[in-house]
């Protein structure tokens, strides 16, 4: 299924692609507070597998010795998955202040035209064989669904962002909004 958005319109095809049907519109709030915010983590299941495979490793490293530093792998190893866990979670997807920000990128809500929700065939297709070289792409594999917003900037020879997101109806909704609302950057 693709979700369609264009002037200012959310409408749900089918997957037969017959019957668009209205999506009801969120508004956001004059406040400057972030109208989406979402911090693409990882899943929770991970933790322990990352946390359990670093201790392995670490109880291998002095397998069968009985030196005093059997416990320096552990103070190495754990902190260190911890902190991998951290990193690959670290990326924020946020619509605020008129922009959409996804980790340090952001782009003025005007620039946006087109917002397609892309299911998981959709968005392994568009980032594959119709990938385009020159698109921002911010993708978690373990994020299912995805965003595709088309960029209309002529100083900027990027043609669409791919968002990895897991509520992509809600970021779609807070980029409508936010348009709505937000002054033209030309």
Not at 60 to 68: A, H, I, N, P, T
Not at 94 to 106: I, N, P, Q
Not at 109 to 132: H, M, S, Y
Not at 147 to 164: G, K, N, Q
Request: charged share 20%; hydrophobic share 50%; proline share 8%.
């Amino acid at each position: 299924m693709v979700l369609t958005i264009s002037s200012g319109s959310i409408c749900d095809t089918d997957p037969a692609g017959a019957y668009p049907r209205r999506v009801a519109q969120q508004t956001t709030s004059g406040t400057g507070a972030p109208s989406f915010s979402e911090r693409l983590t990882a899943p929770l299941w991970w933790w322990p597998i990352a946390l359990g495979g670093a201790a392995v490793l670490a109880a291998e490293v002095f397998l069968g010795d009985s030196s005093q530093l059997v416990w320096l792998p552990y103070v190495i190893l754990l902190p260190a998955a911890a902190l991998g866990m951290f990193a690959i979670g670290r990326i924020r997807v946020e619509v605020s202040g008129g922009e959409l920000r996804v980790d340090d990128a952001h782009i003025p809500v005007g620039f946006l035209t087109e917002i397609n929700i892309l299911d998981a065939e959709t968005k392994r297709e568009l980032l594959g064989t119709l990938a385009d070289p020159l698109a921002f792409v911010v993708q978690r594999p373990w994020i299912r669904q995805a965003v595709r917003v088309a960029v209309d900037d002529p100083a900027d020879p990027t043609p669409y962002w791919i968002i990895s997101t897991r509520r992509p109806a809600d970021l779609a909704r807070a980029i409508v909004a936010a348009r709505a609302t937000a002054v033209s950057p030309r």
